[in-house]
């Protein structure tokens, strides 16, 4: 706890503090920005399709255009492009007979964009009034290659699981990447909703094939000298997991591609035999190594240990460990939730306590497992969940 936790949690404790200082206040004229565009990628989605489409044009800044690919959808999806484009909703609309995949979908969309900024969401999303105006402001600075945002769950009040992932969300996302955009060390433009320049795109050669999409095209991004953003007033909200085989699934799959692709693939961030090693980007690798990859493969090594050297106390030891973790979780959603003022917190409050003792410790057991099984088996290059001949991925 000392070692892997406490340090994570005081970090977090100091940044949420720059959520409450008094911000200078200056105008960036967004328009000089250049245009933007939307691409809209999804399989089967034609009960989401039109609702998304509809929500973008009620933005404070509207997109200049929204361009939307059907990847190879077999229900009505193409029948609501058709209706959209004669109702003048999108100006662009692509449909593949043959599932390609997030990554080529995104790709195809991108080839008839016009847009200096490209913005990526995903259809199942919806989004705060203000969410594309504030997310352009970061790219007044010409360094900004990409920039994510606030994720926010929107189907929170379903059950016990999508009330642990709000509190989760809310810990991780907004407070945690505040913290490593404090940093320069934002590693993920989130694939539900991200903002990047296309010039910047151009330049990475777009999004690869293969799980874990929006950690690999900003990972590369970042190899190509651009910063990331992050926009804490920018607000999507999303729909998460309703069910324990679900959630875990998808934990599964995102933990395996994090190893794949920050051990793998871009393993020349950290390796000192490699020419093309980037120190710059250390900070990150070995802060994941450090406090997920390594915290979570020793911690059945130490309850060993400390049930064979404590005996029962063993027990007791646990336990104060947990409280004083609960507590600072308590702590820090406090501290997201008053930094989000349209999170409404309030009916979460009671489940914090569950929160850290089920589901974080829940999160501990999946992240094992997921690290044992990529590290030995590889098993991300097989995920069922793109479709088998995307899975060859750039080395």
């Known amino acids: 706890m000392v070692i892997f936790e406490i340090p994570r949690y005081l970090f977090s404790f100091f940044t949420a503090l720059t959520f409450f200082r008094k911000k200078p206040k200056f105008e960036v004229d967004i328009e000089s920005l250049g245009k933007v565009s939307v691409i809209i990628a999804g399989h089967n989605e034609e009960d989401a399709i039109e609702k998304c489409v509809r929500s973008l044009w009620e933005q404070s800044r509207p997109p200049n255009e929204i361009i939307v690919v ?8 193409r029948n609501i492009l058709r209706r959209l484009l004669k109702e003048r909703l999108i100006h662009g609309a692509h449909s593949t ?39 352009l402001y970061q790219f007044d600075d010409p360094k900004i290659g990409a920039a994510s945002n606030s994720i926010l769950v929107r189907n929170w009040g379903v059950n016990l699981i999508t009330i642990f992932q709000a509190i989760e969300y809310s810990i991780s996302i907004t407070l945690g990447k505040h913290a490593l955009f404090m940093l320069g060390q934002v590693t993920c433009a989130s694939g539900a909703f991200s903002a990047f320049r296309k ?47 679900a959630l875990v699934r998808q934990r599964f799959r995102w933990e395996r591609d994090a190893i794949r692709l920050r051990y793998r693939k871009y393993r020349h961030f950290i390796n000192p035999l490699e020419h093309r090693i980037k120190p710059k980007e250390l900070f990150h690798q070995f802060e994941f190594l450090l406090f997920n990859v390594i915290a979570i493969l020793v911690l059945p090594i130490y309850l060993v240990w400390l049930f064979f050297t404590y005996g029962t106390n063993g027990w007791f030891i646990l336990i104060a460990a947990q409280m004083i973790l609960i507590l600072m979780d308590i702590i820090t959603f406090t501290l997201s939730a008053l930094s989000t003022p349209k999170f409404k917190a309030a009916p979460i409050w009671p489940y914090l306590l569950g929160y850290s003792i089920l589901y974080v410790n829940l999160m501990r057991l999946v992240r094992l497992y997921s690290y044992t099984q990529e590290w030995i088996f590889k098993t991300s290059y097989t995920d069922t969940y793109s479709p088998s001949k995307v899975h060859r991925v750039r080395e």
Do not use: M
């Not at 599932?99 to 705060?128: M, Q």
């Open 70 to 77: 059907s990847d190879g959808s077999t229900d009505g999806t």
């Open 97 to 135: 007979e043959l599932r390609g995949g997030k990554s080529s979908a995104v790709n195809l969309g991108v080839r008839f964009c016009s847009g200096d900024i490209i913005i990526n969401v995903d259809c199942d999303c919806s989004f705060d009034y203000h969410a594309i105006r504030n997310i």
């Open 199 to 245: 010039s910047a795109l151009t330049q990475a050669g777009g999004w690869d094939s293969g799980g874990g999409e929006d950690l690999d095209i900003t990972l590369r991004l970042r190899h190509y000298g651009w910063k990331i953003g992050f926009a804490a007033d920018s607000i999507c909200y999303t729909d998460v997991p309703t069910n324990l085989v």
